[in-house]
């Protein structure tokens, strides 16, 4: 098998607004005999008793995985999902049903489950509301990549990562490799008139190996992905992730344990955003703070944050995981900067918050599926970089870690304190990087962890394609990111 470089493929064209909806007319819609006067009725039906909002979401999702282990195919799995989701929201009160059978009988009878969250029928006859296709981007190709390669060829490229992986050090003596891809139409139909569709690929590649030496075995994880086709998983891509799950194997091999207390502690650039996610995002999500359970809660306009820290969630970057073209009530995504230098400007908002909040959705209304109901949820989050060289931060500690890589973590949303491990990181004392060590765990609270911010890199950087975001048990794909950030004064449990 032989992958070309992305670079050397025409680029795939972006469907247009008119073209997704066709897609997802054809997919979602006609086979069942259904048609937009089937939509309207259903809306209506809803509408005759007394809601703030209603909508319909329909969708098609295709997924394929494969893994291997020990030059052997361990899983291969395929599967196809379909339904509706019907919501009306009254209040601060949500109905909500769901079926996997699309029909116009099923579609009515959700639709009279739901409006009874309103006990007042609306008297008289009811404007039918007027057509209007939602504004959206085209920040990916509505295309599916489970067909971008055989079943052959998907294997062919897992047995290359292993071989290489294999060949990069004697000392890896196990590798594991996965390959997932997704393709998920959505239709949506609001009760205001709106009709949005989107087509969304996702593809993600993985590697793990195991190095040995003395008896010691060490683990070093690395892969990507994003919204594009399995073309884009090339040799030198490869590689890369070859080079980067081997060398943090190797550097675990010669860590020590890691010493602990308050410190000074400087986190590499990219995944380690996940902190900012966990720690910060969470808490400026808009459901958190009208109900008052953020840290932030009522806090607009006011600093939170060190001088020169910027935050961002942005759904509009092309390709990215976390990016959308409409989000799953319709709304196009958009590039929401959260905290300005270092004042607090905004929150994250879906239909719902929004108006109970006074101001506008910012396209972050996400669900997992059609089975659940949307909330507002992050999409791509970074922090802005400064001016600082890498090296000079580094070389700014006296005694202190750098946590160069992150595994998981958790975090309390009402406090904003969180507790994260440290995958790969170093002690570093006179601005010298001293050795690797072993875990190490990072614990602080998120609105003073970013007051603690004295130095902020210039190479920010968003994470490789990787990551998942749970909340209230719904997982949705999502991108991190950000600069060498210094904080100072966290507090650092090791196991010296």
């Known amino acids: 098998m032989t992958l070309r470089p992305t670079t050397a493929l025409a ?15 054809a997919l979602l819609l006609t086979p069942f005999g259904l048609d937009e006067g089937h939509l309207a009725r259903a809306l209506a039906e809803i509408r005759s008793h007394r809601v703030d909002d209603a909508d319909l979401y329909f969708q098609y999702t295709r997924s394929e995985g494969w893994s291997l282990e020990e030059g052997i195919v361990k899983t291969g799995s395929f599967s196809i999902d ?43 006859r009811l404007r039918v509301a007027s057509k209007k296709i939602a504004a959206g981007r085209s920040l990916y190709p509505g295309l599916d990549p489970i067909a971008s390669l055989d079943s052959s060829a998907k294997v062919a490229l897992l047995e290359k990562l292993e071989r290489r992986a294999r060949a990069k050090d004697p000392r890896v003596v196990q590798v594991m490799a996965g390959l997932a891809s997704e393709y998920d139409v959505v239709l949506v139909a609001r009760a ?3 009709l949005a569709a989107d087509l969304r690929p996702l593809v993600r590649l993985s590697v793990t190996v195991i190095a040995e030496r003395y008896g010691r075995r060490e ?66 999500e808009g459901d958190f703070n009208r109900k008052g359970a953020s840290a932030f809660s009522g806090r607009i306009g006011q600093r939170v944050a ?18 959308l073209n409409i989000d799953d009530e319709g709304h196009a995504s958009q590039r929401n ?30 669900r997992e599926s059609y089975a659940h109901i949307p909330m507002p949820r992050m999409t791509n989050t970074y922090m802005l970089g400064g001016d600082k060289e890498p090296a000079e931060i580094i070389a700014s500690i006296k005694k202190g870690l750098y946590a160069r890589n992150f595994g998981g973590g958790q975090v309390d949303i ?6 994260f491990s440290a995958s790969q990181a170093y002690w570093v004392e006179n601005g010298k990087i001293q050795y690797p060590v072993k875990g190490a765990t990072i614990i602080g609270s998120g609105p003073e ?47 010296a």
């Open 192 to 194: 205001d008139g709106t």
């Open 414 to 419: 009402t406090s904003g304190k969180f507790v």
């Open 306 to 323: 060190a001088t020169g820290v910027t935050v961002l969630d942005d759904g509009t970057i092309a390709e990215r995981r976390g990016s």
């Open 337 to 366: 900067v959260l905290i300005e230098d270092g004042i607090l400007r905004a929150y994250i908002q879906d239909s719902l918050n929004a108006r109970l909040m006074g101001c506008a959705p910012t396209g972050n209304g996400r």
């Open 219 to 284: 683990m070093g994880t690395a892969g990507g992905g994003g919204r594009f086709d399995l073309a884009r998983f090339d040799d030198a891509q490869m590689d890369r992730y070859v080079d980067e799950a081997v060398h943090a194997a190797l550097v675990n091999l010669r860590s020590r344990a890691a010493p602990a207390g308050e410190m000074t502690v400087v986190l590499g650039p990219g995944w380690p955003g996940i902190l900012l996610h966990e720690a910060i995002g969470h808490g400026l």
């Open 11 to 25: 680029a795939p064209r972006r469907a247009a607004t008119s073209e997704r909806i066709d897609v997802a007319r």
């Open 449 to 495: 962890a970013l007051k603690k911010v004295t130095l902020i890199g210039n190479d920010m950087r968003l994470d490789s394609g990787v990551g998942t975001c749970g909340k209230a048990g719904q997982s949705v794909p999502v991108g991190v990111g950000q600069p060498t950030l210094r904080i100072e004064g966290l507090t650092v449990g090791g196991t």
């Open 82 to 124: 379909q339904g509706v989701g019907v919501r009306a929201v009254s209040g601060e009160r949500t109905a909500f049903a769901y079926s996997d059978d699309i029909s116009a009988a099923s579609l009515l009878d959700a639709a009279r489950t739901v409006r009874s969250i309103s006990s007042l029928a609306q008297a008289g």
